[in-house]
């Protein structure tokens, strides 16, 4: 069945990867709780199904900063792809253009820009801007110059936070240096930015000409600043528990998020999201897009692009079976069989 494909991705992985990689791509930091946290919050939420609803034609193209997309579903940046398949962002590309879905490429990725845009993939640029603002002009203007549709900021690492790794070495310092930073030039090596502010969203804009999206907005009045920035979205993301332990779940922020920008600007979500009807939730509670982190690294690990290709094909299947149980014919109408948070 479909839902036991997905639901065994995880595992299935855990025995393909090496451990060390495995369990990087598992561990949030500190002790990992809002990493452990993340999928059980989307399922303390109900929906609440409409009746004498025609959904014999159920539709889930959505659009995404202007541009059309067959389903409200893109792929998160994550980093060391290469090490879960040897095909990484490219493998990870060709099947979100495939599925006719947006993929945001780590600034960390290996893949060069070219070789991303080679697949046909609407693709975005996750950027994190240096202490010296300067130093990521090159990597932008390389960017759009490859066809890159969106720069989206992470706003919530002015540091990287210490992984649950027990005291063991980073499996970063392990891999081939090819694998990782390929397209920042001399902004590989330098210090993060820790005064990020609203002005940097307003620059981003201005050098590239592309909408900027604030990554890692949890709180409402964040939300707002963004907007008032010129952010064309905002994303709700705690890092996949990987930066602030311990900080709340996207799950029970979406909806404060998406009422604080009151339509002002796009919201997506990501963290915890495993299957049809978790996307069906994060449409009910406001999102206009649903982001998928480790579930497509499990999927590449499993089978390569196959692997990505079948996880959006099954993942779109749950969902429009999700949606035609809720009464749902468009991913807009999910807003009106939201529920209320399980006590």
């Known amino acids: 069945m479909t839902a036991s494909w997905l639901a065994a991705l995880e595992g299935e992985a855990s025995r393909v990867l090496p451990p060390e990689v495995y369990e990087y791509f598992r561990q949030g930091s500190g002790a990992s709780t809002s990493a452990d946290e993340a999928a059980a919050a989307w399922q303390r939420y109900r929906l609440v199904p409409r009746i004498f609803a025609d959904v014999r034609d159920v539709d889930l193209a959505t659009s995404m900063l202007g541009v059309s997309y067959a389903a409200p579903l893109g792929i998160a940046p994550t980093t060391l792809q290469r090490a879960a398949h040897r095909e990484g962002e490219v493998a990870m590309a060709t099947a979100a253009a495939a599925a006719h879905c947006p993929m945001v490429l780590s600034s960390n990725a290996a893949a060069t820009f070219d070789e991303v845009a ?10 994190y801007l240096p202490q010296e603002r300067s130093l990521a002009l090159p990597m932008l203007e390389a960017a759009v110059g490859a066809g890159c549709r969106a720069v989206v900021l992470t706003a919530d690492t002015p540091v990287v936070a210490a992984k649950a790794d027990g005291g063991r070495p980073s499996v970063l310092g392990q891999v081939p240096r090819r694998w990782l930073r390929t397209n920042l030039g001399d902004a590989a090596d330098a210090p993060k930015a820790q005064d990020l502010g609203p002005a940097d969203v307003t620059w981003l804009r201005d050098v590239t000409g592309l909408p900027v ?8 009045d964040d939300a707002r600043v963004c907007v008032e ?75 390569g692009r196959t692997g990505v290709e079948r996880m959006f094909s099954d993942l779109g299947s749950e969902l429009i079976e999700a949606m035609r149980i809720a009464g749902c014919a468009v991913p807009g109408s999910a807003r009106t069989v939201v529920g209320a948070e399980f006590e």
Request: positive net charge; hydrophobic residues 50%; charged residues 15%.
């Open 118 to 127: 080679a697949t046909g993939v609407g693709w975005w640029l996750q950027a």
């Open 213 to 220: 999206v604030v990554k890692g907005v949890l709180r409402r």
């Open 229 to 303: 920035a010129g952010a064309a979205a905002v994303w709700v993301s705690n890092h996949g528990g990987r930066q602030l332990d311990r900080s709340v779940s996207t799950a029970s922020r979406l909806a404060g998020v998406v009422e604080a920008v009151s339509g002002s600007c796009e919201v997506y979500v990501d963290g915890g999201v495993r299957d049809g009807v978790g996307v069906l939730t994060g449409l009910a509670l406001g999102a206009d897009a649903v982001f998928l982190g480790r579930l497509p690294l499990w999927a590449l690990a499993v089978a």
